[in-house]
DNA sequence: TTTTTATACCTAAGACTTGTAGGTATGTAA
DNA sequence: TTACATACCTACAAGTCTTAGGTATAAAAA
């Protein structure tokens, strides 16, 4: 497992990541989260574990998620969904960052490289 | 003049949008950038002072950018420029800082919504 | 003439997010 | 039996930002 190149997020990133990452999916675990950020960028991303617990505990907090706990194979999983709330909560806070990556790319004017 | 719709920054990407925009400009002063920002983005995106000047001092202190102050029209400007070891800086954060966008884009799997 | 707005710089305090660095525990592979 | 993957957690420190002030000059509006 290659080590991830990118090990700080940009704050503020983390928690609308859970959210679109639950919006297309039933529900997911702490680890599992973890796994699929791994997947999806290639091993580039790595979200740590001290970052994501306290993040989805907030978001619990605030009523976007929910909680239901399983035994799998003698380990306990803590799976998380969205709310009604949550799901509500989860576009607007989408929409936000995707503005702000567009109004971000305005600034930085990045070409093309590849 | 219209209030900006995106109040707050992911944090960690000022620094970057100073180094980005005095890559492409001799020299920029404190003021200057926040109104280059606003015109960018149409008045969407805001730069705080209470972030913008922190930053600046920040980035001279590591040796990124050097300053020269000037009198225009009875006021003091800060001129702020990128140093030889801020040109070689600027390219590799804005490099580092492109490949997370990327990576976030991945995550989040956006829609195009328009 | 006085007040407001634009220009132009600055700092302090607090909120918030994240990384580092630990901790516990089970199952499986070496 | 040792290490690794799975699976959860917390405390502390570091860092960045927002809010909310402050000072000062020039120009425009009242």
Do not use: C, W
């Amino acid at each position: 497992m290659n080590t991830p190149t990118n090990s700080s997020l940009l704050k503020g990133s983390l928690s609308v990541m859970i959210l679109r990452l639950l919006e297309d999916r039933e529900r997911m675990y702490g680890y599992e989260i973890t796994q699929k950020v791994k997947e999806l960028t290639a091993g580039e991303m790595a979200i740590t574990e001290g970052a994501l617990y306290p993040a989805l505990h907030k978001l619990e907090a605030e009523g976007l998620l929910t909680t239901e706990t399983q035994l799998v194979d003698g380990r306990a999983r803590k799976y998380y969904s969205l709310t009604k709330t949550g799901q509500t909560e989860a576009a607007g806070r989408i929409a936000e960052l995707a503005a702000f990556l567009e109004n971000l790319n305005l600034v930085l004017n990045l070409k093309p490289s590849l």
